[in-house]
């Protein structure tokens, strides 16, 4: 059973950055894709990057294309969702989850395991 916790959120203005981890602890993330997804209050929760096994397969949401960067660190069981150029519209709660098996899926339903989610709030 994994537990999963996300860290580096925080409130900044328009354009800068923010790096967000999530650790893993209870079993091993190498062979399983993992996920990013947000959620504002009253909205589904939203894909926003996903890195297959070994990191073989990359998606970004296209709201976050070009801005954003997943990286795995399977070494450290880690994964890390660099954030520049914020927007406004990126603030939510951020999920780091685990897919349910090696590759990576912009439904939420294929994420088996969740963190309990890290604000960030990008003020104008």
């Known amino acids: 059973q994994w537990q999963l916790v996300e860290s580096g959120g925080g409130l900044v203005q328009t354009g800068d950055s923010l790096r967000l981890s999530c650790a893993a602890s209870g079993r091993a993330l190498s062979t399983y894709g993992m996920g990013w997804f947000r959620q504002v209050p009253g909205k589904e929760r939203e894909f926003v990057a996903g890195?297959?096994?070994?990191?073989?397969?990359?998606l970004y949401a296209d709201s976050v294309k070009g801005r954003f960067t997943i990286s795995r660190d399977d070494a450290k069981n880690t994964v890390t969702l660099q954030m520049d150029s914020l927007k406004p519209e990126d603030t939510a709660v951020y999920y780091c989850?685990?897919?349910?098996?090696?590759?990576?899926?912009?439904?939420?339903?294929?994420?088996?395991?969740w963190g309990q989610g890290v604000q960030v709030t990008v003020s104008s």
């Open positions: 890195i297959a096994w070994r990191g073989l397969n990359i």
């Open positions: 989850a685990v897919a349910v098996d090696s590759l990576i899926y912009r439904r939420a339903t294929s994420y088996g395991h």
